[in-house]
């Protein structure tokens, strides 16, 4: 399979070892928006991209319109993104996204949704908090991840939103969120009340957890129509 790569970063540089271990090509490494002509010269059967918030929208959007299935994993961006699910509905597109592509990362997203439903009934009597820890170059804050699995909570209506790093409320999810040297990243959902607390946790140990995800669900969409997430492609 030939992959381009859309954001030769460090995460790209990840990508590229893992993609070459798994016998793929890679057709293009690319910072920035590449141009249509570019991306056809690739010849690429997919595009993993793992840019920056002020260009991934344009970065999706091109391969889209181009029938070009894509991969992305840039957070940051979200309030764009039902514009280019509309995109890929009205182009009969391939779109992949995911906060995190790390297989027991998304395992964590079910386990902490499973866990919000089953104290739903005693949502009063616990308090809910989420820290994030990562290096010190992301930009994004809290993280994509963070935001996800609080969405959780609150979808099974444990609370009622939450806030970030400023005040404890039995109503809301605090996220407190740390840029710290190199970590590429961890996550601690803690449920606490007066008489006990759960607390889960999951730490990525380095970006290739979340490469090889990413490769994984490239393989995935070859040939698949429409918008999907990991959950579909480990079958959660």
Not at 123 to 131: A, G, L, M, Q, R
Request: glycine residues 6%.
């Amino acid at each position: 399979m030939n992959i381009a790569i859309i954001g030769y970063g460090k995460m790209g540089k990840a990508i590229e070892k893992i993609a070459r271990i798994r016998n793929h090509k890679i057709s293009l490494c690319y910072d920035g928006t590449p141009s249509l002509d570019l991306l056809n010269k690739s010849h690429s059967d997919v595009v993993i991209e793992f840019s920056q918030p002020h260009s991934a929208f344009n970065n999706v959007k091109i391969c889209i319109e181009n029938n070009i299935p894509i991969v992305c994993g840039t957070t940051g961006w979200l309030n764009q993104i039902k514009f280019i699910k509309k995109i890929c509905l009205e182009k009969n597109g391939s779109f992949l996204y995911s906060s995190n592509f790390s297989i027991g990362m998304n395992i964590f997203f079910e386990i902490n949704k499973k866990l919000s439903q089953l104290l739903q009934l005693f949502s009063k009597d616990y308090e809910v908090t989420i820290e994030e820890i990562h290096h010190k170059d992301k930009i994004d804050k809290p993280s994509g991840t963070a935001i996800f699995l609080a969405k959780d909570i609150v979808n099974n209506k444990m609370k009622e939103t939450w806030i970030l790093d400023n005040r404890k409320s039995k109503n809301h999810i605090l996220i407190s969120s740390k840029r710290l040297n190199n970590i590429p990243g961890i996550h601690i959902v803690k449920y606490k009340s007066k008489i006990d607390s759960i607390k889960i946790q999951h730490k990525a140990y380095s970006r290739e957890c979340f490469a090889l995800g990413a490769v994984i669900a490239a393989e995935w969409i070859q040939n698949k129509k429409g918008i999907f997430s990991m959950k579909e492609v480990l079958g959660l």
